[in-house]
Structures are given as C-alpha cells and as structure tokens.
C-alpha cells in the first residue's frame, strides 16, 4: 500500500477558528512531511518529522501547530488563521528523507 | 535562492509531439527526483536518478542528468492529453546531507488533443 491519505478534502475556516488537518500512511515511512502550496507555485516546506520527532520548522508562524501522535499520523493544527494562508496543504512521507516521497491528494483550505 | 529553477515555465504541445522541460540546480546532489501534480491534486513521484547515472528510462519518460552543468531534463515522448500537468524537479536542500526536498519552480504542460 503506497497511499498516503488526507482529511479532510476541502476546509473552510473562519479567522477565529480551531481546526486540525490529518495525514495518514501505513509504508512504514519514517519521515512525514507537511508542505502548503500556493497556485502556481511549487510546495514550500514547513515541518519534517522523523521517527515521530519534529526535525525541520521552517519558521512557520506559531498558528500552525504540527503533531506526530505515532507513526502513522501527523496532524497539523490550526489556529487563529489569516486569508493568506489559504492555499494547498500537502502532507508526503518517504522511508529516507532524500529518497521519493509519497503525497496525499491534499487539503485545499480556505480562510475567510 | 530556489535550489532548483525549471524552464520553460509553460509549455503547449499537440497529442503525439515529444515534451522536453529542463531543471538547473545549484549545489552538489545525490540524486534529482521528477514529480507530476495534475491540477489541485497531490504530487506523484516520476523517477529519481542518482548523481552517479547520466540517464534513465521509465516507459515514455527520459531523464537525463549533466551534474557537471548541474541540470537535468525530463522528456515526455508521444504525448498524451493526460500527461497534462505541472511537472517539478526536485533535489535534497542544501547539498548531499539534508533531511528534506527542494522544488523548483514547476513546468504547466498543456498536450492538446
């Protein structure tokens, strides 16, 4: 099984809103990955896990709160967002962290 | 700076005409990775070819890899309308020894029935 899956879909959220993004894979995978992606515009990076550690915060504002509750998982939690960050959020792992990774569809947020 | 820088930006093809986009990065890798995002969607791993190979075949795709000019192409032959997408390069961050993947810039193929 190479899927990674994510939830939901599509979220809209308003400004003063608590929501949380999940992310799951069952490959084994020991580094989770959250990117967000403008139109256009190829993914940034924002967090990398490894072995269910945090490893790389790309100077992500504090109203994005990533999580690693067990291998599987990751979940990115969000607080208090603002109209720019609306944009694709992709969720990937990979076995190596220089090695493929695997994407989940997305999930395609919007902050009114 | 972006690690890797891909051109051209957009590129429109008939059904059945071969698609070349290219890749230029700007430090020293162990490998460069192709991926492919159709519109809205999540990416999709093509090939990864190492810094010690020069090309590699996957079905109708060629990658070729001059670490020497630290570019790399993608070609897409017999195009189909499928292959419709946004097709990235992407390199380990900051050299050999970093735990995550920099994309470049991204070429919108548009292959015209």
């Known amino acids: 099984d190479t899927e990674v899956t994510q939830t939901p879909k599509h979220l809209v959220m308003g400004m003063t809103n608590k929501k949380s993004l999940k992310c799951e894979q069952h490959?084994?995978?020991?580094?989770m990955y959250w990117y967000k992606q403008k139109a256009k515009k190829p993914p940034e990076l924002m967090f990398v896990?490894?072995?269910?550690?945090?490893?790389i915060n790309e100077s992500v504002p504090s109203r994005f709160s990533p999580e690693c509750p067990n291998s599987s998982l990751l979940n990115l939690h969000l607080h208090a967002l603002q109209p720019e960050d609306s944009a694709l959020y992709l969720c990937?792992?990979?076995?190596?962290?220089?090695?493929?990774?695997?994407f989940g569809p997305g999930t395609r947020l919007l902050v009114l | 700076s972006q690690q890797g820088e891909e051109d051209p930006q957009a590129l429109s093809i008939q059904e059945g005409e071969n698609a070349t986009m290219n890749c230029s990065y700007k430090?020293?890798?162990?490998?460069l990775q192709w991926y492919r995002q159709n519109s809205g969607r999540g990416l999709v791993h093509l090939i990864l070819?190492?810094?010690?190979?020069r090309e590699k075949h996957s079905g109708r795709l060629r990658v070729t890899l001059d670490t020497s000019k630290k570019s790399s192409s993608l070609l897409i032959t017999a195009s189909r309308a499928a292959d419709t997408a946004s097709y990235f390069c992407?390199?380990?961050?900051?050299?050999?020894?970093?735990?995550?993947?920099?994309f470049g810039s991204g070429t919108r193929l548009q292959v015209q029935p």
């Open positions: 992407a390199t380990p961050r900051g050299g050999t020894g970093r735990r995550a993947l920099t």
């Open positions: 990937a792992s990979s076995q190596g962290f220089q090695e493929t990774q695997y």
């Open positions: 490959m084994g995978h020991r580094a």
């Open positions: 430090t020293s890798i162990n490998n």
């Open positions: 896990y490894s072995y269910e550690k945090l490893s």
């Open positions: 070819i190492r810094s010690n190979e």
